[in-house]
Every structure is written in C-alpha cells, then in structure tokens.
C-alpha cells in the first residue's frame, strides 16, 4: 500500500512539475512576445494550441499564434480538418464572450418588433455610416428586442448627438429619424445621460469600433454584419 501511495505521489510531483514547467514557458513567451509587439499592443494571454510547439496568443480581442522563440507572429486560422471544426474562430468566440447580465438596459433605449422573443443588444456611434447602413438592413427583423447603447466614439460632434437623442422626449424614434432618415435631432442636449458608462463599460469589453451587436448568449458581432448572419445566430438560441 505504501508502495502504491508512493507511487501515485511521485506521479502527482511528474505532472505537477510538467504544468509548472508549461506555466513557466507560457509565461516567458508572453514576456518575450509584449517586448517585440511594443506596449501599443496588449499580451492578454499565452497558451498551446493543438498543433506542438506552436502557441495561441490574445492580442487585445484578436487570437494569433507564435513559436516557443517569439520569433514568428503567426495570423490566420487553423481548421480541423477531420472535423471542419474552424478552431481559431471557435477560440475567438469564446474568449469575446460577455455575460448578457452584465448590460444595464437602463442605459439603453429599447425597441420591440412583434413578440420581442430575440434579444440584441447594440453599440453605436449616431456618426458611423456602417451603424446606419445596420439600422436599415435590422429593420427587416422581427419578434425581436434590441436594447441600443451609445458609445460616441468618433467625433465631437458624435457626442453632441447622443445627448440630444438621449435627452429627446422620444430617444428611439429621434434615433431612427436620424439614422435612418437622416433627420438630425435637435434640443440642447443637457439632461443626465448614460453616455460615460456606456463608454466606460464598451472599455470593458474591448470595444474598439461600431457598431459591436451581442446576443443573450453573450457572443458579438463586430461590424455591420449581415441579416443573414445575424438570423442565423438567432436560430442557433433556440
């Protein structure tokens, strides 16, 4: 018996050792990889990838990969070919992931098509061309809710919009006259608004452009995706 607990501890002390070993070199890669990349670019993560000796790397919200030598930056996708299985992609996903729970939908404006069973949750900029040309496509979507966030994040004067639309007596419809109609809103702009913590949680998430959708199952979307893509999606909660 003593033999065999014996044994098993100095298996334990193996693995033990194994995983401090990996740690240590995940570790020292991810040190070597944030000198070479510069502070501009944030090292979030260093792991292994399936494939031996090659490394998988979060650079801000982006998944990459390098050698144990940081002498190679690696950008593309690697795809399991006995499955299909698009492992970068499933990776990319995962670590974007929010919690639906962490959206404060008081700091949004709200609208409901049909039944409102699907849920949305949108960050825009009232100045972005690809937010309008997604408000338009959207509109063909139903049974569904979208909570909207403002992040005005590309102009001074973006700022100014949010607050008038955000002040209006009607924020979702002044929203849509102007994204969609292209009617400017108008008002002073000089109510209480969400506009700081919607900013400061978009920081959060590493939202760096708009518009960024999420769904309840806390996945995003970056840019002005497709209809398609986004009835898809829907499909793939029920």
Same mark, same amino acid.
């Given at each position: ?26 570790? @020292?890669? =991810? &040190? ?8 501009? *670019?944030?090292?979030?993560?260093? +792991?292994?990838?399936? +494939?031996?000796?090659? #490394?998988?790397?979060?650079?801000? !919200? ?16 690697? +795809? ?5 299985? !698009? ?9 974007? =992931? ?5 959206? &404060?939908?008081? !700091?949004? %404006?709200?609208?409901? =098509?049909? !039944?409102? &069973? =699907?849920?949305?949750?949108? %960050? ?5 061309? #690809?937010?309008k040309r997604l408000e338009k496509s959207m509109q063909q979507l139903d049974n569904v809710t979208i909570y909207t966030y403002l992040i005005p994040i590309l102009s001074p004067d973006s700022?100014?919009? *949010? ?5 209006? *007596?009607? $924020? ?21 608004? $969400? @506009? ?8 959060? %998430? ?7 959708? %999420?769904?309840?199952d806390g996945s995003r979307f970056p840019g002005a995706v497709q209809i398609t893509d986004i009835e898809k999606k829907f499909g793939t909660l029920k």
């Open positions: 018996m003593n033999k065999l607990l014996s044994g098993l501890t100095l298996i334990i002390l193996l693995l033990s050792g194994i995983g401090l070993a990996h740690a240590q070199s995940e570790a @020292l890669i =991810r &040190s070597d990889l944030q000198k070479k990349i510069g502070a501009n *670019s944030k090292v979030k993560s260093v +792991i292994a990838s399936p +494939i031996p000796g090659i #490394y998988e790397v979060l650079v801000g !919200n982006d998944v990459v990969y390098t050698d144990a030598s940081t002498k190679y930056l690696i950008q593309g996708e690697i +795809i399991e070919l006995a499955s299909g299985k !698009n492992i970068t992609e499933q990776r990319q996903s995962d670590l974007n =992931r929010i919690k639906w729970s962490d959206l &404060s939908q008081a !700091n949004a %404006f709200k609208l409901v =098509r049909g !039944n409102g &069973s =699907r849920q949305l949750a949108v %960050f825009a900029d009232p100045n972005c061309g #690809y937010c700022v100014q919009k *949010s607050k008038q639309i955000w002040c209006s *007596s009607d $924020p979702q419809k002044s929203y849509m006259d102007w994204m969609i109609n292209g009617v400017s809103p108008t008002g002073k702009g000089d109510c209480a608004t $969400p @506009l700081d913590k919607n900013m400061a949680l978009a920081k959060a %998430f590493g939202i760096t452009g708009t518009p960024t959708l %999420f769904f309840a």
